[in-house]
């Protein structure tokens, strides 16, 4: 595997407006009351007037060790060479193992397609056709970067390098690809 | 707060078909219609969004024919491609089941939502019978039309201007108007903010952060997270600006203009002002000097809740910073009835630190005439207007102008709420007709049952718009207009500190029986016998006119969507002048300090930035010098009832367009755990509101993030009107809450107001 893709979520430029959420809804026809991506706006935690939201960006993790992939009895769920944890829609047969897996809590049956489904970086429609993932193309503040990180000269091995990040629930060991930059008030101490 | 979780995904689920069931019930509706074919025009088009007031340059994705994919175009950089949430949900409008795609004529009683589909002829016979009969017995000006502003009211307040009315409203009274007045009596026009160049930046709740302005909302974060601007925010809720800001004061809700006197106190008190900038290009300083020696952040403490030291520690802040610092003048300007002054507070406060034209602070627009005198040569073309000939002067008076206090607000889109007496007590006369475009007062006005008893009391009302709205619920007559993806219209001006024009083009072929609103309202001065004053034929010949016939051009502009012309200037900014001299050579000469300071002038009487204005003292008196004036919005025993844009809807409009619908369907009003505990009121429990007009249930969200004498909700949800499916009977609705009251001199619609809150 020579790429190494992942996203970086700048939780200070995030103002949890959810641009990203409808881009990928269009984007990808998610089907209404499913979705493969929101931004939760959490909080506020702390006293008053020292209080701060946290943005919670609520989307596949793309584990480099992912459970969903483990448990698959079908091989539906696969890491694609490009590290990006993939479903194969024919294959899946909807036991939800990897519904029940994901420690994340993303990954829901499509009403449509019956298949399990969740967030693959836009790999079909907007990576194939050489564009960025669709809520990063929209993101109103540039809150989101996304690229190869075994690539130095990428902006986001050059945002990794130079800010603190943390990636969710680590001590579970499924090496999570999202990376989070903490926002400056509370949370993590950066 | 936005959430949708498992449970709600089943909820939302269950919602989804039953709207499926009852949409295709609706006569006139989309769902009405067979597997209407769709027909793209083109794989990528440049246009601009309408799904708020901001309209951005947007690129939509065509697939199959079908509308697929919305994003900011790219060629306009200060909006950097992007689109919001609203923007990015175009095409769930445009393709939604619910969108009335027929003319409807109203069958039962006013209201009672009993629907026929007619022809466009017999729609256009009813507006000429009923229009013409009122003007034939009452005149032309018994009619009202109100438009929300802008592209759309332009021609339809043609019709009105054709037809005789001067009783022309947009929604200017009812959000951003107050600013618009205030910039206009000190400055003579409205001024621009450079949020992105800016060091330090003071915010008076104006949260871009939630109702977005995608340029601004991108300078703000561009002066936070690559300049390291400090921002400090004055709100009585934890906003999502608020939690961004660098510091958040809690202010006391309507009492921000304290605040801003008390920062004018400092800078003038203790010298820290450009006194420079104020001896060249104001006039009225001594008089706005001797009125805020009293108001010291002492006396604002007592008034506000924001600490002295603190007023006092920002004012020098600010000063530090200053000229590229800036105090935001806000968007949404209906928190008190002291409007007016608030907005001039905060106006002045800019004019003492000298940030006029300089990086970081306050510009006038520099549209294609001005740009080019500097150049000294045509680096932007000037857009023509199709001239037309002997449009009638209306002979009466408009409904809001015998008041002479608000001399400078019709300009502006008059009192848009004068509607309601002259209709209900016939003050100053009788109204009997009401045609809209694209505006909801039912939900953006204040006190819901009065304007239902206004629409009720009117003996002909019709509606153009894309959903039976709140208000359009209530007429006789709905014309279904073309959405914004369906339809081409003028070029449009977004001159920033450079000329700039954009245009609206559609995306797909028209849906259904609608037509464009401009087609619309030239058809229907044809049905009135007013096509003499029509001109143009359609939409190219008019792009045409205005680009002088220089049909290389207009391609250009419809190819790219969005031309901007020049580099920016901001005239009291040596290295912009100098960059600007060196691309022109044939530019004005620079002043000896190498900027173009000298001509630096003002549409006021003086030329100059008038402090204090006689012209206003003159039409209002005693309102000539800004001062600070008590002004109670609740009763000792009630809590502050105030509301705010949330980041996923736009005011009155969005609350049925299915994506955004299911991203937040319904306002929970926020409440702080000290005020629910007092009132046995826990997290998720369902709550009644009651102010002086009304009553209204929703649901408790226990926060610190509101001050304890205060209750929040977004605004826009609980609509009542059976039509709007997913939005009906969810939340609170804010204008059943509000009284019917207005600002002196800017016309407000006031928004603030005290409510009782219980459980139920």
Sequence with gaps: MNKRYVMVHDENKCIGCQACNVACRSENGTPEGVTRLQVRVEGPFGQAPNLHFKYHRVSCQQCEDAPCVKVCPTGAAYVGEDGIVTIKEDKCVGCMYCVAACPYKVRFVNPETKATDKCNFCKDTRLARGELPACVTVCPTDALTFGDANEPDSEVAKLLNTKPSYQDKIHLGTKPRIYRIPTKRGGIES | MIKLDRRNFLKGAGAGSATCALATMLPGSLAALENAPLQGVGKEVASICEMCSTRCPISARVVDGKNVFITGNKEAKSFGGKVCARGGAGHSLLYDPQRIVNPLKRVGERGEGKWAEISWDEAYEMMATNLNRIKREHGPEAVAFSSKKGSLSGHFFHLAKAFGSPNTFTHGSLCPGAYVIAAKSMFGTKLKRDLGNSKYIINFGHNIYEGINMSETRGMMKAQSERGAKLVVFEPRFSVVADKADEWHAVRPGTDVAVALALCHVLITDKLYDQSFVERYVVGFEEFAREVKAYTPEWAEGITDVKAKDIRRIAYELAAAAPHAVVDFGHRATFTTEEFDMRRAIFAANVLIGNIERKGGL?????????????????????????????????????????????????????????????????????????????NPMQTMTDRAKVLEALKKMEFVAVCDVYISET???????????????????????????????????????????????????????????????????????????????????????????????????????????????????????????????????????????????????????????????????????????????????????????????????????????????????????????????????????????????????????????????????????????????????????????????KV
Aim: proline share 5%.
């Design chain 2, 363 to 439: 510009y006038l627009g520099k549209k294609a005439k001005t740009y080019n005198k500097f150049a000294g040569e045509t680096v932007a073309p000037k857009l023509a207007k199709p001239g037309v000939e002997g449009m009638p002067k209306p002979t009466a008076k408009r409904i809001d102008q015998m008041d002479k206090q608000y001399t400078m607000v019709w300009k502006n889109g008059g009192v848009y709420q004068s509607i309601l007496a002259a209709t209900l007590e016939a003050k100053p006369y009788q109204l009997r007709g009401w045609v809209m475009s694209r505006t």
């Design chain 2, 472 to 758: 359009a619920a209530y007429a006789d007559l709905i014309l279904p207009e073309s959405t914004y993806l369906e339809r081409d219209e003028e070029i449009a001006d977004k001159s920033g500190k450079n000329p700039a024009y954009y245009v609206r083009q559609r995306v797909v072929e028209t849906i259904g029986n609608t037509k464009p609103s401009w087609q619309i309202f030239k058809e229907v001065g044809d049905a009135l016998g007013l096509s003499k004053f029509y001109p143009w034929e359609n939409m190219e010949t008019l792009q045409l006119a205005q680009m002088k016939r220089d049909d290389k051009a207009l391609r250009h502009i419809r190819e790219k969507g969005y031309v901007s012309y020049g580099k920016p200037l901001m005239l009291r900014e040596p290295s912009m002048v100098a960059k600007f001299i060196d691309t022109y050579a044939n530019a004005r000469k620079a002043d000896d300090d190498g900027t173009y300071a000298s001509a630096l002038k003002f549409k006021t009487p003086s030329g100059k930035i008038e402090l204090s204005s006689a012209a206003v003292e003159e039409f209002a008196p005693g309102r000539g010098v800004i001062r600070y004036r008590d002004a109670p919005l609740k009763r000792a025993d009630e809590l502050y009832f105030i509301q705010g844009k949330v980041a996923v809807h736009t005011n009155g409009a969005t609350h049925n367009v299915p994506i955004l619908a299911n991203l937040m369907a319904d306002n929970a009003v926020w409440i702080h755990p000290v005020t629910a505990g007092r009132l046995g009121i826990s997290h998720g429990d369902a709550i009644r509101l009651t102010s002086s007009v009304g009553s209204e249930t929703s649901y408790a969200m226990v926060t610190p993030g509101i001050r304890q004498d205060t209750v929040f909700a977004y605004m826009g949800f609980g609509s009542k009107n059976k039509e709007l499916i997913r939005a009906s009977g969810k939340g609170l609705h804010c204008g059943n809450l509000l009284p019917d009251s207005t600002a002196p001199v800017v016309g407000m619609n006031l928004h603030t107001t005290g409510v009782k809150v219980e």
